[in-house]
């Protein structure tokens, strides 16, 4: 699916780049961004999929709304 392919594996391979980069580098720089895509790819197989989807959709009901015009339902 093409969420999954934009939310899981461009972070996947930002991850992959970012640790490659310190290990060849040996910049520590680069450690703090590799850490924190790994960190959201593991949050994203642990149900984060799932809120993402929600929010998503949420965003697009309530853009929806906004563009009408009409009032959200209480």
């Known amino acids: 699916m093409l969420f999954d392919l ?3 594996g461009l972070p996947l391979m930002m991850a992959t780049c970012f640790i490659v ?3 060849r580098d040996q910049q520590v720089r680069f450690w703090r961004p590799g850490f924190c ?3 959201y790819c593991a949050f994203y197989l642990s149900g ?4 993402l989807l ?3 959709v949420m965003a ?3 853009g ?3 563009l009408s015009g009409a ?3 209480m």
């Open 6 to 8: 934009f939310f899981f």
């Open 21 to 23: 980069l310190a290990l």
């Open 37 to 39: 895509f790994a960190a």
């Open 48 to 51: 984060g999929r799932d809120v």
């Open 54 to 56: 929600y929010l998503v």
């Open 60 to 62: 697009m009901m309530g």
């Open 64 to 66: 929806g709304w906004a």
């Open 71 to 73: 009032e959200a339902p």
